[in-house]
Every structure is written in structure tokens, then in C-alpha cells.
């Protein structure tokens, strides 16, 4: 694979990324006025059960079908392509469809004694119908990664988005009068309706390519053996992501129900769940968009890195996107720390979220970091590393959840969410920092992005006091904060070389 292909598919899939971040925040900004923070509550509850149906039927076999695609193009089996392909979208349809009558036949029980709220009832019969669009679509995707044709995928993605959006948008007025329950009936129409028109963009492209192609060569491997193959990577794939799903629908299954312990009523607890994970976190994730785009290569660069033995690019890719990453972080923990009610007001119009948005920021750091170590440590092919790492913050936030959440509230839940992410935070960099012999300067990934970011906080916070408030005053605010921050990081002399690299690849930074 050539590294200008490599780079251009990489970037391809961080644009991608990036639409649909934005897409799905607009999204939700749309939601949480057309149904509310209550229903955005129940639809919070919906989306654990979808991401742990996506964990079992498609996470481990996008991968897996993408690296055994890859490796059998790189021999010129096509034929086995073919063979990999097949066996992959017949294993994923069956268990589909016993997962889809699974949940149609237990969602009264779902959601009256797991969720504990029955107008989840109607969503949860109606996701049941996604499920194998879902399990085949991904399929259909690994194959088109594997070929390193990122296109299709990337399409894909962002049409599922703008699907998703325009159900919103055209059936809130018909459901959202009917009452909640029917309001979160309305949006998991939207993830149905985008599944299913990604997976029909994606089977049309495949029928397309293969017709192009002419695949044409017999395949060398039986459908026992290819499946044989096929399950003995996708198993422990899926096995990891399954547990890191179940423990997310355990922590939102128990948060509106400790909330109640707390002292809220069943109204107040689900409205309160709704404003943190379905408008306080996805406005704290806003700025990853920007990390991950630039993130996105750092597997296959420490991977090729790795296979050649080249120390000082493996040295030199890691220190760039930790500091990279710390500088994202700190920015956004002085953003979203300085003007909490500013910006809930600006994109909410609710400057009381703020009070929740405040102590969040301090997770910024930590979140951001986690998520650049997760590819660091993938690129090292730590995999089982990272299975512990994340069961222990889980395993942490659920401790705080179920003792401490009846006594504190809802504090007890991001006090929790800190504590689990530190530690593996910490673990994390220690373990890469033993693999790849690097060295972590405080100085530039702590202190100097900090001075820098208050003074640009400050700042503006100064224009903010001295103007009459407006969203556009706002707006205007927060750009110029931007602008300042980059220009106080130039002027401590904070940005390196090797991160405009990574930032911005050339053609000659990958050339070995």
C-alpha cells in the first residue's frame, strides 16, 4: 500500500468523522428542543441497547472482514475475497435476525425490568428492524476498507446522518404531539431509516464494484475454513467491544434510577440524564472532531513504524500527538470551564446547563487523552492491555454510580467518570511510555498550554463583560478565544515541528 493512498484514506474517513460529528450535534440540538430533556432521557435509554445489538452483529466483523480483505488482495486471492465476504454476510444475517426476534419477543421485559420505564417499549420493537441492515452493512464496509477504498464507507456514514436528521425533522411534528413515548418512537425511526439507506448505498457500490472488477478468480479457500478464519478474529474483537457496550447500558440503566434514590422525582431524574449524556457530553465531544482528524493515522503510521523497526518515527509519531493532544484538551477544559452558561446558552438556549457543563470540563484532558492512547496502543497491538484498562474504568464509574450516586447526585457520576478515566489515563501513558522509551515534557504538555489558555479565556471573558450580551457576541467571543490560544501556544513555543506534520502531512514526512 502505498503511503499516499494510505494518507489520502485516512483523511478521507477524518472528514467523514468530522461531518458527522456536526451533523449529529445539530442533531441533537434539533431533539433536545422538539422532544425535550425528558425524551431525550428515554431516547439515552434506547442507545446503550443499540450500541450493544452493533457491538454483537457488526464491530468485530468490519475489522475482520477489512484485515483478511486486505491480506488476500495482497496475494491476488480475489476469489477468497469473494469466499471471506460471503461467509461474513451469512454468519451476520442469521445472528441478526435471532437477535431482531430476540428483542421483539423480550422488549415488554427490557423495558419494564431492565430499563425500568415502559415508554421505551414501542423504540425498542422498532430498533429490532434495524439490526440487519446494521450486521450486513459492516460487512459490506470492511470490505471497501480492506481495499483501502474509504470512500464508500465514509459516504456511507454521512448519509446515515442526514437520513437520520430528516426524520427528525419531518416526523417530529406527526409523533411528538402524541406524547414521550411516541417522541423517541420518532427518533429511533431516524437510526432505522439511516441504517438501512447505508446499507443499500453500500450494497449498491459493492454489486458496482465487483461488476467493475470482474472478480473472477475461483476461491483457494472452503466455506469452512473461511469461516473458521473469519470467527477466530472477530470473536475476540467483538467479545471486547461487547463488554465495553454492556457496561455503558449498565451505567445508563442505573444513573436515572440512583437519581431517584437521590431524591428526584421520575420526571426530574430522566430530564436531568437527558442534559448529560444527551446535550452536556455530546457538546463536551464536539472538539475530538478535531483530534480524531488528526489522530486518524496514527495506527497504521506506528504499525508500519513497528514492522520495519523504525524507533525514532515510532518516538517521534507518539510525543507529537500527546502533545497534541494534550493542547486540545486543556483548550477545551479552559473553554468550556470560563463560559459554561455562555455556550449552553448560545447552543442550547439553556445557560443553565452550564452548571453541569462546568465540572465536566475538567474531563476534557483525560477523555481526549484516553482516546489518542486507545490508537497509540492499538498501533502497538496492546489490545488486551486496553480490554483491562477499560474494564477498570468502567468497572470505577459503576462503583460511584451504585454507592455514592444516593448520597451526592449526579456529582458522584463525574466524580467517578474523573477518577476511572485518570487512572487509565495514567496506566496508559506509563505502558506506552515503557514500550516506546519516550519522554513526556510537563512542561510543554501541561503548563504552557494552561498559561496560554486562561490568558486567551480571560481575555475574552473581558470582551464578553464589556459588550452587551448576544449569541452573536458570543460567537464572535469564542472564535477570537481560538485565535488567541494558538497565538499565546506560538508564542511559548509550543508548537513543534513534528505536530504541523501530523497536523498537516506532506508527502515527505511518511517517506522512509
Known amino acids: 500500500m502505498s503511503r499516499r493512498k494510505l494518507i489520502a484514506g485516512t483523511l478521507t474517513l477524518a472528514l467523514a468523522n468530522f461531518i458527522t460529528k456536526f451533523l449529529g450535534f445539530y442533531y441533537r440540538i434539533y431533539m433536545s428542543d422538539a422532544i425535550g430533556s425528558e425524551g431525550m432521557g428515554l431516547y439515552q435509554l434506547i442507545l446503550p441497547i443499540y450500541s450493544l445489538l452493533w457491538s454483537i452483529t457488526a464491530s468485530g466483523f468490519t475489522t475482520t472482514v477489512s484485515g483478511l ?18 461467509q461474513s454476510v451469512i454468519m451476520c444475517f442469521f445472528v441478526s435476525i435471532l437477535l431482531s426476534a430476540v428483542l421483539l419477543g423480550f422488549s415488554d421485559y427490557i423495558a419494564l425490568h431492565m430499563l425500568k420505564e415502559e415508554r421505551t417499549l414501542l423504540s425498542l420493537r422498532l430498533l429490532a428492524f434495524c439490526i440487519p441492515f446494521m450486521a450486513v452493512g459492516s460487512c459490506l464496509r470492511g470490505f471497501f476498507m480492506g481495499l483501502q477504498n474509504m470512500a464508500v464507507p465514509a459516504l456511507s456514514q454521512v ?189 442550547y438556549n439553556k445557560s443553565e446547563l452550564g452548571n453541569l457543563l462546568l465540572p465536566m470540563a475538567f474531563v476534557c484532558p483525560l477523555l481526549y487523552g484516553h482516546m489518542t492512547l486507545s490508537g497509540l496502543l492499538n498501533g502497538l497491538g496492546e489490545q488486551l492491555f486496553l480490554f483491562w484498562i477499560h474494564l477498570l474504568s468502567s468497572a470505577t464509574t459503576i462503583c460511584f454510580i451504585l454507592f455514592l450516586m444516593p448520597q451526592y447526585g449526579i456529582y458522584a ?89 501530523m497536523v498537516l502531512p506532506k508527502r515527505g514526512l511518511h517517506e522512509k
Request: hydrophobic share 50%; with cysteine; proline share 4%.
Open 413 to 501: 457520576y463525574l466524580f467517578g467518570w474523573f477518577i476511572g478515566l485518570f487512572f487509565t489515563t495514567i496506566l496508559s501513558i506509563v505502558h506506552v511510555k515503557k514500550r516506546a522509551q519516550i519522554q513526556i515534557s510537563c512542561l510543554q504538555c501541561l503548563i504552557k498550554p494552561i498559561l496560554a489558555g486562561m490568558a486567551a479565556a480571560l481575555i475574552t471573558r473581558y470582551m464578553i463583560q464589556i459588550g452587551t450580551p448576544s449569541k452573536a457576541l458570543f460567537f464572535i467571543s469564542f472564535c477570537t478565544m481560538g485565535i488567541l490560544y494558538l497565538l499565546f501556544l506560538l508564542c511559548l513555543g509550543c508548537l513543534s515541528k513534528d505536530i504541523w506534520k
Open 69 to 86: 480483505t486486505a491480506r488476500e488482495n495482497a496475494k491476488g486471492e480475489t476469489g477468497n475475497i469473494g469466499r471471506i465476504v460471503k
Open 159 to 347: 448519509l446515515e446522518q442526514v437520513m437520520r436528521i430528516s426524520s427528525i425533522l419531518l416526523l417530529s411534528g406527526i409523533f411528538v404531539p402524541k406524547g414521550l413515548s411516541y417522541a423517541c418512537f420518532a427518533a429511533v425511526w431516524g437510526i432505522v431509516l439511516g441504517e438501512a439507506l447505508s446499507f443499500f448505498f453500500t450494497l449498491y457500490s459493492y454489486i458496482r464494484f465487483k461488476r467493475k472488477r470482474k472478480f473472477i478468480r475461483k476461491p483457494t479457500l472452503s466455506p469452512h475454513t473461511a469461516t473458521i478464519m473469519i470467527l477466530t478474529m472477530a470473536l475476540p474483537l467483538s467479545f471486547t467491544r461487547i463488554t465495553s457496550s454492556l457496561f455503558s447500558a449498565i451505567e445508563n440503566i442505573l444513573i436515572p434510577t440512583q437519581l431517584q434514590a437521590f431524591g428526584y422525582n421520575r420526571t426530574d431524574a430522566l430530564e436531568l440524564f437527558g442534559e448529560l449524556t444527551g446535550m452536556a457530553m455530546p457538546l463536551l465531544q464536539l472538539p475530538s472532531a478535531f483530534l480524531m482528524a488528526a489522530s486518524t493515522s496514527l495506527v497504521p503510521e506506528i504499525s508500519q513504524a513497528c514492522a520495519v523497526g523504525q524507533n525514532n518515527r515510532i518516538n517521534r509519531t507518539i510525543s507529537a500527538s500527546l502533545l497534541f493532544t494534550a493542547i486540545i484538551g486543556v483548550g477545551a477544559t479552559c473553554f468550556f470551564a470560563v463560559f459554561p452558561r455562555e455556550i449552553s446558552y448560545l447552543v
